[in-house]
């Protein structure tokens, strides 16, 4: 897709948040890779700073905390006055709490804010440029299996991943008509990766377990999928095939239109059932 290559091109500018570990990381190595001026955003500074070091391209690195408006609007303000309106900006910053549905709306809030309020509100900064201005542009926002066939176990994230997949449909649908498909929107949505989310204490030396996919992996899978100007980027990894996400998002749909109860895959009564559709 000719119009990906310009945004994903030597000297075009990509904004990624929570890029100083994992899933960020990987997409901020592979951009600079291809040549890509980097504004690099995180919570960790010295993650960060060292991130930075390591990239062989020009990077703006800048410490804030997504969930603060005036972190994001020092974020806008660094990219606007040193790079210009940026080609891709990357929804990527997220974190996982086992916040239940009766948890404090306080308790709920961080996860609220940082998973979802922050795209919308990076979004509302640096949207306005991009539509306004006439070179090709995307933005992606990083979703989760957990915000479309939602297990059971951490409420807050799945609502806020709901509410990003939602928020950047809503968004691709209005730039399609705004601006013709010069500016699009894409939903992310990794499956299983090894990353400081999932495993919190692991060492640089520690071998991946064998489910999960690399970040690299995620990123390989997402960036060949983006070329292809794929709206749903639905990553498997080494247990869940393509084929068993699309059982699963089924099978949630068809609890709605079947009558079943909510969760149904989760309900000790449709085991049974739920085993035997996903072997059909
Ligand atoms: N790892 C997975 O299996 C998986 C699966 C589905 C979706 N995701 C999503 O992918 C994205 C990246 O996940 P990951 O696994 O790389 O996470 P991670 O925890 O390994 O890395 C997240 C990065 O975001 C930064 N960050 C967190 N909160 C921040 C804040 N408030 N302000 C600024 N920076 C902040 C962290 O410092 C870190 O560098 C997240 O949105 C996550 O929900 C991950």
């Known amino acids: 897709m000719d119009r990906m290559k310009r945004i994903v091109a030597k000297g075009s500018v990509a904004v990624i948040t929570g890029a100083a570990k994992g899933i960020g990381a990987a997409i901020a190595q592979d951009l600079a890779a291809r040549g890509m001026v980097l504004a690099l955003f995180d919570r960790d500074e010295a993650a960060l700073g060292a991130l930075a070091r390591r990239l062989d391209t020009k990077v703006i690195a800048v410490t804030g905390d997504v969930a603060v408006r005036e972190d994001c609007e020092a974020l806008h303000d660094a990219v606007r006055s040193r790079t210009g309106t940026p080609h891709l900006l990357v ?3 997220g974190l996982m709490r086992r916040i239940g549905p009766w948890a404090s709306p306080d308790e709920w809030r961080e996860v609220l804010d940082v998973n979802f309020t922050s795209a919308l509100r990076l979004q509302h900064l640096f949207m306005p440029d ?3 201005g006439d070179q090709p542009a995307a933005i992606v926002n990083l979703g989760s299996k957990e915000g479309i066939t939602t297990p059971p176990g951490q409420a807050a994230y799945s609502v806020a991943k709901a509410g990003i997949k939602v ?3 809503q968004l691709e649908h209005e730039l399609r008509n705004a601006t013709g498909g010069r500016v699009s929107a894409h939903l992310l949505v990794p499956g299983y990766t090894y990353t400081p989310m999932n495993f919190p204490d692991a060492r640089p030396s520690d071998r991946k377990p064998d489910a999960p996919w690399s970040a690299e992996q995620t990123v390989d899978y997402f960036m ?8 749903y980027i639905l990553c498997p990894d080494n247990e ?4 068993m996400d699309a059982r ?3 099978w949630a749909a068809d609890d709605m239109i ?8 989760w309900h000790p009564d449709y085991a049974t059932e739920f085993a035997a559709w996903m072997k059909s």
């Open 258 to 265: 079947r009558n079943r109860p909510a969760l149904s895959r």
């Open 248 to 250: 699963r998002i089924r």
């Open 167 to 169: 928020l950047t449909e």
């Open 130 to 132: 991009m539509i306004d």
């Open 91 to 93: 929804n990527n910053a």
């Open 240 to 243: 869940v095939t393509p084929a």
């Open 224 to 231: 060949a999928r983006l070329f292809n100007g794929d709206f």
